[in-house]
Every structure is written in C-alpha cells, then in structure tokens.
C-alpha cells in the first residue's frame, strides 16, 4: 500500500509558476513509477507527465512539453512537478499517481492515487 500526499497548488497569474510536490510513504515507496495528471471541471482527468522509479526516463503530454518538467527525489520519497509560464487552461486539480508495472502517461496503468491539490491561474 502506497499513500500519496499532494501539496504546493494555489492560484497564480498567467506567466507565473507553480511547483507541485508528491510525498509518497509506504512500502517501497521510492521503487514506484509516478505519474501527475490533471482534471479541469466538466472534463476528463489527462495525463500530464510520468517519470521512471529511478528517475531515468520521463515523458509528458505532447501539449505540455516545455513549460513542465517532472522530477523525483527518491531520498525524501517526493516527486515535483514544476510548472512554468502557466495559461488560464492549465486550470485544474491535480493528482500524482504511483505504479507498480511500468512508467506510462495511461491513468489505466496507475495503482495509487492522492487526493488533489488545486492549481487555479487567473489571466
């Protein structure tokens, strides 16, 4: 069993920057693949990027390549998710998620969830 606690959202202007931390704690934890996606109200949850148990490999959505960058740090057991020059639609909660089988930008794939945490930019 794996619990994921978000935190770091809040609201901010267009053009500004969040990031958003994951602490995990659990049994081996830190051996997960993680994952950050995003729901906005009316719509469905996407993936927003993913990044390898080790910290390798990482991938993010097509349309968020370049402004979000997703790391890991595996001694404080806590993924980031930093998030620069933010647009009034990357409004949404977001959630970070642990798998066990392998790193993927699928929600299907993914075995913990946390709760959310909130990102609202105004423009």
């Known amino acids: 069993q794996v619990q994921l606690v978000e935190s770091g959202g809040g609201a901010v202007q267009a053009g500004g920057s969040l990031r958003l931390s994951c602490a995990a704690s659990g049994r081996a934890a830190s051996s997960y693949a993680m994952g950050w996606f995003r729901q906005a109200p009316g719509k469905e949850r996407e993936s927003v990027a993913a990044?390898?148990?080790?910290?390798?490999?990482?991938y993010y959505a097509d349309s968020l390549k370049g402004r979000f960058t997703i790391s890991r740090d595996n001694a404080k057991n806590t993924v980031y998710l930093q998030m620069n020059s933010l647009k009034p639609e990357d409004t949404a909660v977001y959630y970070c998620a642990a798998a066990s089988r392998v790193v993927s930008l699928r929600k299907t794939d993914y075995d913990y969830w946390g709760q959310g945490t909130q990102v609202t930019v105004s423009s």
């Open positions: 990044i390898s148990w080790k910290g390798y490999s990482t």
